[in-house]
């Protein structure tokens, strides 16, 4: 059984940084896309990122884009989501996800992902 466990989230101030990490364990990553998605208070989930776990092709959504970034360890079974420039509209709750390979990073981030973690939460607050 693949289980995922995010940690990071926290309160911090407009402009500032947060990196989120996510751990998982029953699998390895070798063959997964791994992501991100995020649910504000009253909105929709959103996906903001991916990596292929084949070739590390990366994905951003264009409200993330050029502020966050997401890498991978695959010998740690981890990977992390580096978030530069934080704004109000970044608060929410961000879940770290899997997939197993042959979907697709986009149509995955889009459609959604077979595994969750439970999420943490980031307040981006003065």
């Known amino acids: 059984q693949v289980q995922l466990r995010e940690s990071g989230g926290g309160l911090v101030q407009p402009g500032g940084s947060l990196r989120l990490s996510c751990v998982v364990s029953?699998?390895?990553?070798?063959?997964?896309?791994i992501g991100w998605f995020r649910q504000a208070p009253g909105k929709a989930r959103e996906g903001v990122s991916c990596?292929?776990?084949?070739?590390?092709?990366?994905y951003y959504a264009d409200t993330v884009k050029g502020r966050f970034t997401i890498s991978r360890d695959n010998a740690e079974n981890s990977w992390y989501l580096q978030m530069n420039g934080l704004t109000r509209e970044d608060t929410a709750v961000y879940y770290c996800a899997a997939n197993r390979e042959g979907w697709g990073c986009v149509n995955l981030l889009h459609y959604g992902m077979d595994y969750y973690g439970k999420g943490t939460l980031v307040t981006v607050s003065s």
């Open positions: 029953g699998s390895t990553l070798d063959d997964y896309v």
């Open positions: 990596i292929s776990g084949r070739d590390g092709y990366t």
